[in-house]
């Protein structure tokens, strides 16, 4: 996968910067033509993902785990998806304590409008980037066909 000369230092540094390229080349492409940050997409596409017919839902606290955040940040971003009418989000009627998320009819539709804009701005990333020796290895790796990534919850984005 990697140059065996290349420290695990060379390796986490070539890694990082190819997130940043591609995070960056989908950020633009989303928002130009959505509206949407990657981390909105990748919340709406995490809820659809979660989602089990009526009354599908996921908590905030499994939503800020599957998209990286912390839970102030995460509720933010809900406030945010919410506000647009994008995502509701209700108390789980077992334990007043719990809230949910779900995504609404209106979210489902932007996502769906929004998926072919993200799988090709993160081809045209992915191709870019593949032109680089140090970031090649990576972009195959990515590409590659592979089982279920342990310790990557179900329904987790697969872009950046």
């Known amino acids: 996968m990697t140059r065996p000369d290349q420290t695990l230092s060379q390796r986490w540094c070539a890694l990082s910067a190819l997130h940043g390229r591609i995070e960056t080349t989908v ?4 928002q130009a033509a959505h509206g949407l940050s990657v981390r909105e997409y990748s919340v709406l596409n995490v809820l ?3 989602h089990d017919g ?3 839902h996921v908590r905030m606290n499994e939503l800020a785990e599957a998209v990286v955040l912390s839970q102030s940040a995460t509720t933010r971003l809900v406030n945010r998806l919410e506000d ?3 995502l509701t989000r209700y108390l789980c009627a077992d334990d ?3 809230i949910y998320t779900d995504v609404t009819d209106t979210g489902r539709a932007l996502l769906e409008e929004a998926r072919p804009t993200n799988d090709a701005a993160l081809d045209r ?3 870019e980037a593949g032109t680089h020796p140090e970031l090649a ?4 790796a990515l590409r590659t066909p592979a089982g279920p990534v342990a310790g990557v919850p179900a329904g987790a984005p697969s872009e950046a």
Do not use: F, Y
Request: hydrophobic share 35%; proline share 4%; charged share 25%.
């Open 48 to 50: 659809v993902q979660q």
């Open 137 to 140: 290895p990576l972009v195959d």
């Open 84 to 86: 647009r009418g994008l």
């Open 96 to 98: 007043r304590r719990g």
């Open 27 to 30: 950020e633009r492409a989303l």
């Open 54 to 56: 009526t009354g599908g």
């Open 125 to 127: 990333a992915l191709t």
